[in-house]
C-alpha cells in the first residue's frame, strides 16, 4: 500500500499525462520491485494478513471470544478438526482468537508506525531545513533517547500512561522510541535534497517556509521514509506483542498475540499444551517476514549500488 | 595507531548524553503515576507515617533540588534503597548481584552471533546467487522475523518437553549452590574457577537454549551485514589488483575484503547489543532467569522507582559504553576515521 503512494507522488511531480497504472508500473523502482520474488512474497504474506485482519474485525464477536467457553467447549483441547487451533485453559476456541489477533497487530502497528512517522519526518526536516540551535536541540534530544535499548525505554515509558489505556499505552511508548530513528533518516535525506538549486529557486520566489518544506522537500525525501516505515512496521508488530508479552499491553483476556503467547509459556510450557504458543507465535512471525522481506526488496530496488550488484 | 586524545575527546562527549539520559529517567519517574511513599508506606498506613516517608526520600524539596540529587547520585551509581523488592538493600547492591547474570547471557548470545554471523554472511556473499547464499539470507530473514518469546518457548517445548534433554529453566542445577563459590558472578566461569566440573556442565547446559535463542536474532543481523558489505568491498579496485597480481581468492577475501568489510559490521555489531540487552529482558522471562530483565519488568508492574530507575540507567550505560567500543574500534580498522 505504502509502495504505491510514494510512486505516485513521485510520478506525479514528473510527467502526468499517462494513466495511474501506467505511471505506477513504468517507475524503475516498482518494477524492479515487482521482479523481485521475495518482495512478491513479503506482499503476498501482508495483503492475507489484512484481509484476515478485516474479516476478523466484521464477522467476529468480541465477546464470544473473549468470553470463557467452559461448559461448552472441550478445555485445553489439542488441535482437531472441530478445533483447528485447538482451544486454550477457558475452553475458548483458539482460531478465531489468532485471527483477530490479526486485526490487533494491524491496527496497533499502523498507529504506531504512523506516528512514528510523522513525528519523526516533522522533526527530522524541521532539523535540517532550520539548522543551527533547533538542529542541535532537536538532535541531541533524538541521541538521548537513541542511547537506550529500544524495548527497554519502551518499558520505562510505558510506566507513565495509566493501566486502562491498554495497548495504548504501549502504541504511545513505542511511538516516542521509534521517532529518534525516522528524525535521523529524514534529517539526512532532507539536508541532501535542500542542496538542490530549486530549493534555492523557490525560497527566492517568495515561498514560505512550510510551502518549501511539504511541498518540495518532503515528496523527495519519500523513499528512504518509505523503506524506514516498512521495516519499521514489522519491529513495531514485534515490540508490541513483546510489551504485552511482558504484561505491559493488552488487558487480559484480549485476543493479542502477545498475551496469547504469554499464557502459553506462564501456563501451557510445562504442560505440554504447545499449540498455545505455537499458533499465535506463528502468525506473528509470519507477518513481521512479510514486512521484512517487503521492506528488504524495497530497499533492494532503491539502492542504486545493490541494483548494479545483483545485474 | 589510535591516539588517547581521541579517545578522551569521545569520553567527553559521552557526559552530555550521560546526563540526558538521566534527565530522561528522572522525569519518566516524576510524571509516572503512583505515589512513591504510598508505595513503601503500605495502601492502610496512617497519613503521618506517609508523610514521614514522604520527608526521608526528599519528596517534599523542590523538584530541582530532587533533580540536582538524583542527577548527582546517579554520578556515583547510587540509587537509593530498593522499596519493595529487596528492602532494606540497595539498589547498587542488587544490580551487582543480578547485573552479571544478564550479562553472561548476552556475553554468549553475542559469541554465537559474532562467530556464526560473520562466516556465513562471508560465504553468502562470496558465493552470490548460490543456493547456499538463498539459504542463508532466507534464513537470516526468519531469524530477525521471529520473536524471543516464540522460538524460546518452541525450544523448550522440543529440547526439554520432548527430547528431555536440556534443562528448562533457570542458570544451574537447584541441587548446586552458586553463591558459595561466587567470583566474577558468571556461573559457568565460577564453576570453572572453583575446579567444580559437574557444576560447569550443568551451567552450561542451562546456557544452551536461551543463549541461541538470543545468539540466533544477532546471528541474522551480522550476517546480513557481513553479507552487503562484502559484496561492496569485493568489487573494489584494490581487490581485483589484489586478484590480478596472482594471489589467491580466498587470501584476498580475508586479507584485504575482511577489514574493510568489518568496519559496517562493527556497527550493527554495536547498535544490535542494544537488541540483545531488550533480547534479553525477554529471554529470562521465557526461561525463568533472574538477571536484571526480569528484575526490571517486577520493578515496574509493583512500582519499585529505585530499581527501575537503577536499571534503566544501567542498561543505557552499558549500551553507550559498547557503542563508545564501537567507534574507537572503528578508528583501529579505519585511521582515517579519527581525522
Known amino acids: ?311 | 595507531m589510535i591516539s588517547s586524545r581521541f579517545v578522551l575527546k569521545r569520553l567527553l562527549l559521552l557526559v552530555p548524553v550521560l546526563v540526558g539520559v538521566a534527565s530522561l529517567v528522572f522525569s519518566i519517574l516524576h510524571l509516572s503515576p503512583g505515589d512513591p511513599a504510598l508505595t513503601i508506606a503500605g495502601e492502610r498506613a496512617s497519613e503521618e507515617f506517609v508523610k514521614q516517608v514522604e520527608e526521608s526520600l526528599g519528596l517534599n524539596d523542590p523538584i530541582w533540588v530532587q533533580y540536582g540529587r538524583f542527577i548527582a547520585d546517579a554520578a556515583q551509581f547510587q540509587f537509593g534503597e530498593s522499596f519493595i523488592i529487596q528492602r532494606n538493600t540497595t539498589v547498587r547492591e542488587v544490580l551487582v548481584n543480578k547485573l552479571p547474570v544478564t550479562l553472561e547471557l548476552a556475553i554468549y548470545g553475542q559469541l554465537i552471533g559474532v562467530f556464526l554471523g560473520i562466516p556465513l554472511g562471508i560465504l553468502s556473499a562470496v558465493k552470490q546467487d548460490s543456493i547456499t547464499d538463498h539459504l542463508t539470507r532466507i534464513g537470516a530473514l526468519a531469524g530477525i522475523s521471529v520473536p524471543i518469546f516464540w522460538s524460546g518457548p518452541l525450544l523448550i517445548l522440543l529440547f526439554a518437553q520432548v527430547l528431555g534433554v536440556l534443562p528448562t529453566s533457570g542458570r544451574i542445577s537447584v541441587l548446586y549452590n552458586v553463591e558459595a563459590i561466587r567470583v566474577t558472578g558468571l556461573v559457568t566461569v565460577d564453576t570453572l574457577i572453583a575446579g567444580e566440573w559437574d557444576m560447569f556442565v550443568s551451567a552450561v547446559r542451562h546456557m544452551i537454549l536461551p543463549a541461541s535463542v538470543i545468539g540466533v536474532y544477532s546471528m541474522a543481523l551480522i550476517s546480513r551485514m557481513m553479507r552487503s558489505s562484502m559484496l561492496e568491498v569485493i568489487r573494489q579496485d584494490y581487490i581485483r589488483t589484489a586478484r590480478a597480481k596472482g594471489q589467491g581468492a580466498k587470501i584476498t577475501v580475508l586479507k584485504h575484503g575482511f577489514r574493510n568489510a568489518m568496519i559496517p559490521v562493527i556497527t550493527v555489531i554495536g547498535i544490535q547489543f542494544g537488541g540483545l540487552l531488550g533480547g534479553a529482558v525477554l529471554t529470562e522471562t521465557v526461561f525463568a532467569i533472574g538477571g536484571i530483565g526480569t528484575l526490571l519488568v517486577e520493578a515496574i508492574k509493583v512500582g519499585d522507582y529505585p530499581i527501575v530507575q537503577g536499571t534503566v540507567l544501567t542498561f543505557a550505560f552499558l549500551f553507550t559504553l559498547v557503542n563508545l567500543g564501537v567507534d574507537i574500534t572503528y578508528s583501529i580498522l579505519d585511521p582515517r576515521i579519527e581525522q
Not at chain 1, 504474506?45 to 461448559?71: E, P
Not at chain 1, 521509534?178 to 535525506?189: D, E, L, N
Open chain 1, 1 to 311: 500500500m505504502s509502495t504505491e503512494t510514494k510512486t505516485t507522488t513521485e510520478t506525479t511531480t514528473g510527467t502526468g499525462e499517462r494513466g495511474l497504472i501506467d505511471r505506477v508500473t513504468a517507475s524503475p523502482f516498482v518494477s524492479k520491485l515487482l521482479s523481485n520474488r521475495l518482495a512478491l512474497a513479503g506482499i503476498a504474506i501482508i495483503v492475507t494478513m489484512v484481509v484476515v485482519a478485516i474479516y476478523a474485525r466484521l464477522f467476529i464477536s468480541l465477546d464470544a471470544i473473549t468470553q470463557s467457553q467452559l461448559g461448552t467447549n472441550p478445555n485445553r483441547a489439542a488441535p482437531s478438526l472441530e478445533y483447528l487451533f485447538g482451544t486454550d485453559g477457558q475452553a475458548r476456541s483458539l482460531l478465531p482468537r489468532v485471527a483477530y489477533g490479526a486485526w490487533y497487530a494491524m491496527l496497533f502497528g499502523t498507529v504506531t508506525v504512523a506516528a512514528s512517522t510523522t513525528l519523526g519526518v516533522g522533526l527530522g526536516i524541521i532539523a535540517a531545513y532550520y539548522g543551527d540551535v533547533t538542529d542541535n536541540v532537536i538532535m541531541r534530544t533524538m541521541d538521548v533517547l537513541l542511547a537506550f535499548p529500544s524495548l527497554l525505554l519502551a518499558l520505562a515509558l510505558v510506566a507513565i500512561f495509566p493501566d486502562d489505556l491498554g495497548l495504548w499505552r504501549a502504541v504511545a511508548a513505542l511511538t516516542l522510541v521509534y521517532t529518534p530513528r525516522f528524525a535521523r533518516v529524514v534529517r539526512g535525506a532532507a539536508l541532501t535534497v535542500l542542496e538542490n538549486e530549486y530549493i534555492d529557486a523557490t525560497i527566492a520566489l517568495g515561498a514560505t517556509d512550510p510551502r518549501v518544506l511539504v511541498r518540495h522537500v518532503l515528496p523527495n525525501c519519500l523513499a528512504p521514509i518509505t523503506v524506514q516505515s516498512t521495516l519499521n512496521f514489522g519491529l513495531a508488530i514485534i515490540d508490541l506483542a513483546a510489551l504485552s508479552f511482558l504484561g505491559f499491553g493488552a488487558a487480559a483476556g484480549t485476543p493479542s498475540w502477545g498475551l496469547m503467547l504469554s499464557n502459553g509459556v506462564s501456563q501451557g510450557l510445562l504442560t505440554g499444551v504447545w499449540w498455545w504458543s505455537f499458533f499465535p507465535g506463528f502468525f506473528l512471525a509470519l507477518t513481521v517476514l512479510g514486512f521484512n522481506l517487503l521492506g528488504d526488496g524495497m530497499r533492494d530496488a532503491l539502492d542504486p549500488r545493490m541494483r548494479e550488484a545483483v545485474d
